[in-house]
C-alpha cells in the first residue's frame, strides 16, 4: 500500500557531508511525523531526528548542530543534512513516516534503510 524509499547515503571522510532523502509513495492520505533513525554496528536502533508536518523538529543530543532535518510536504518527502560527519555516525539510516493511508488507518511505515559510512 505505502513504501517509504531511502537514498543517499555513501562512504564519506571525517567531516564531510551528505543529504539523505526518503520518499514515500502510495496510497496516502496524509503523513504525520516522519522521522530519522540509525542503528550503528553493535548498537540498537536509535532515533536521529523527527519533525511533525508543521516542521517541528526534535534531535539526538549526538547529532544537534551537525543533523538538519526538512520535509516537502507536497512531495513526500523527508531530508537530512548531514555535515561535519564523525566516524561515529557510521551506521544503516533508516527512514520512518506516520502515514494515515484510509480514513481510519494509520500505521508508521520504514524504510529498508541506507548506508552512512564516516572513515578516512
Known amino acids: 500500500q505505502v513504501q517509504v524509499v531511502e537514498s543517499g547515503g555513501n562512504l564519506v571522510q571525517p567531516g564531510g557531508s551528505l543529504r539523505l532523502s526518503c520518499a514515500a509513495s502510495?496510497?496516502?492520505?496524509?503523513?504525520?511525523?516522519m522521522g530519522w533513525y540509525r542503528q550503528g554496528p553493535g548498537k540498537q536502533r536509535e532515533l536521529v531526528a523527527i519533525?511533525?508536518?508543521?516542521?517541528?523538529?526534535n534531535y539526538a543530543d549526538s547529532v544537534k548542530g551537525r543533523f538538519t532535518i526538512s520535509r516537502d510536504n507536497a512531495k513526500n518527502t523527508v531530508y537530512l543534512q548531514m555535515n561535519n560527519l564523525k566516524p561515529e555516525d557510521t551506521a544503516v539510516y533508516y527512514c520512518?513516516?506516520?502515514?494515515?493511508?484510509?480514513?481510519?488507518?494509520?500505521?508508521?511505515?520504514w524504510g529498508q534503510g541506507t548506508q552512512v559510512t564516516v572513515s578516512s
Open positions: 502510495g496510497s496516502i492520505v496524509r503523513i504525520y511525523d
Open positions: 519533525i511533525t508536518r508543521g516542521s517541528s523538529t
Open positions: 520512518n513516516a506516520d502515514v494515515q493511508y484510509t480514513i481510519n488507518l494509520r500505521r508508521p511505515v
